[in-house]
T-cell receptor
């Protein structure tokens, strides 16, 4: 059973556009992470959010953890071709070291 | 600092065979987690080892097993392979902290079962 739903599944945009990816669940997580994966490689961690309502910025990327710690969003400003990849959210279940990964959002930024 | 290495990178097996995959974590990392990634199911957690002990387990059948050695290197074994076991198997190493646990993934082993 997939507990973390990401939307949209696919996104193709022009360079310079803004976009938001959503990660939703009915479960509460102790923390939530965002990763980016490129073809032939393993996922690379972008950010970890822990506190409900927390907002973190990483250059053009803004991450937000929902107040109830059940959802998160990733906003990219002025997307660049280098942002192309598979974006994955991963939630950590309370009291465990078990991460559940989202369904993934495949982003393609066209030059 | 060397990253996470996985061997082999590619593997082709036939149904009924067994396979062993290896993962060498980043030096100093005591936690190793294994994941299966497929187009249909995405990235699914198999199990996590910390200091040679399995600390967490996902919802996979008993054909999937693993172990961790005293130097933190880990192996994953799949017995009686099925066609549906074809996937990219990823391992991730970390210090094993709780909330801010940063997992570093290897490039994966691509397993094809014929």
């Amino acid at each position: 059973t997939q507990l973390l739903e990401q939307s949209p599944q696919f996104l193709s945009i022009q360079e310079g556009e803004n976009l938001t990816v959503y990660c939703n669940s009915s479960s509460v997580f102790s923390s939530l992470q965002w990763y980016r994966q490129e073809p032939g490689e393993g996922p690379v961690l972008l950010v970890t959010v822990v506190t409900g309502g927390e907002v973190k910025k990483l250059k053009r990327l803004t991450f937000q953890f929902g107040d109830a710690r059940k959802d998160s969003s990733l906003h990219i400003t002025a997307a660049q071709p280098g942002d192309t990849g598979l974006y994955l959210c991963a939630g950590l279940f309370s009291g465990t070291y078990k991460y559940i990964f989202g369904t993934g959002t495949r982003l393609k930024v066209l030059a | 600092k060397a990253g996470v290495t996985q061997t082999p990178r590619y593997l082709i097996k036939t149904r009924g065979q067994q396979v062993t995959l290896s993962c060498s974590p980043i030096s100093g990392h005591r936690s190793v987690s294994w994941y299966q990634q497929t187009p249909g199911q995405g990235l699914q957690f198999l199990f996590e080892y910390f200091s040679e002990t399995q600390r967490n387990k996902g919802n996979f059948p008993g054909r999937f097993s693993g172990r961790q050695f005293s130097n933190s290197r880990s192996e994953m074994n799949v017995s009686t392979l099925e066609l549906g076991d074809s996937a990219l198997y990823l391992c991730a190493s970390s210090l094993g902290d709780y909330l801010y646990n940063e997992q570093f993934f290897g490039p994966g082993t691509r397993l094809t079962v014929l």
